[in-house]
């Protein structure tokens, strides 16, 4: 199948670290993304990892890759309010190629 | 350098009616696709364009097409829309199709 998973809700106290959850579906994808989506608007790219990498760390975010378990993992460091959000994990199909497939997305809440 | 832009940003149509949106990429991106929102079915991949061709193509009746110019602006038709049809319509480019999307703001279909 092509369904990308993530947990619907996160909520967490502001200051906290918050860790979302995706498991992807094909063990030869070759980037795997996280994008945020903000109340009416588009997409914007968080940030990206390769699949012969098994962390990134970029600022506040951390990226961690389990490929035998096909489970990536984004963890937003000290969140803030203006994190509150929805955020999508999606897997670019191997070979590369621009038909990104998507999770659900995770509505993360983030409370005072 | 800007980012992708869409237009309109909102639209309005009933059942029937056919409707054309505009994509303009990043400077210098090739690669545009184009991905529908919906609260039901998620994200999910349309179609792709490089080089004034369809390189990819995903799982939407041929009432949905595309086209690519010289200056990499693509548009998206929309024949006999259907309720169903109403969604956020997303537009993403990256440079050659191998590498990151950006995504644009948007484009909210709203079928009566």
């Known amino acids: 199948g092509e369904d990308v998973e993530q947990s619907l809700f996160l909520s967490v106290r502001e200051g906290d670290s918050s860790v979302i959850n995706c498991t992807y579906t094909?063990?030869?994808?070759?980037?795997l993304y996280w994008y945020k989506q903000e109340p009416g608007a588009g997409l914007q790219l968080l940030t990206y990892i390769f699949s012969n990498m098994d962390m990134k760390q970029d600022q506040r975010l951390t990226v961690l890759l389990n490929k035998k378990d096909k489970h990536l993992s984004l963890r937003i460091a000290d969140t803030q309010t203006g994190d509150s959000a929805i955020y999508f994990c999606a897997e670019a199909p191997p070979g590369g190629g621009n038909k990104l497939t998507f999770g659900t997305g995770t509505q993360l809440k983030v409370e005072l | 350098k800007a980012g992708v832009t869409q237009t309109p940003r909102y639209l309005i149509k009933t059942r029937g009616q056919q409707v054309t949106l505009s994509c303009s990429p990043i400077?210098?991106?090739?690669?545009v696709s184009w991905y529908q929102q919906t609260p039901g079915q998620g994200l999910q991949f349309l179609f792709e364009y490089f080089s004034e061709t369809q390189r990819n193509k995903g799982n939407f009746p041929g009432r949905f097409s595309g086209r690519q110019f010289s200056n990499s602006r693509s548009e998206m038709n929309v024949s006999t829309l259907e309720l169903g049809d109403s969604a956020l319509y997303l537009c993403a480019s990256s440079l050659l199709g191998q590498e990151t999307q950006y995504f644009g703001p948007g484009t909210r279909l709203l079928v009566l």
């Open positions: 400077s210098g991106h090739r690669s």
């Open positions: 094909d063990s030869s994808s070759t980037y």
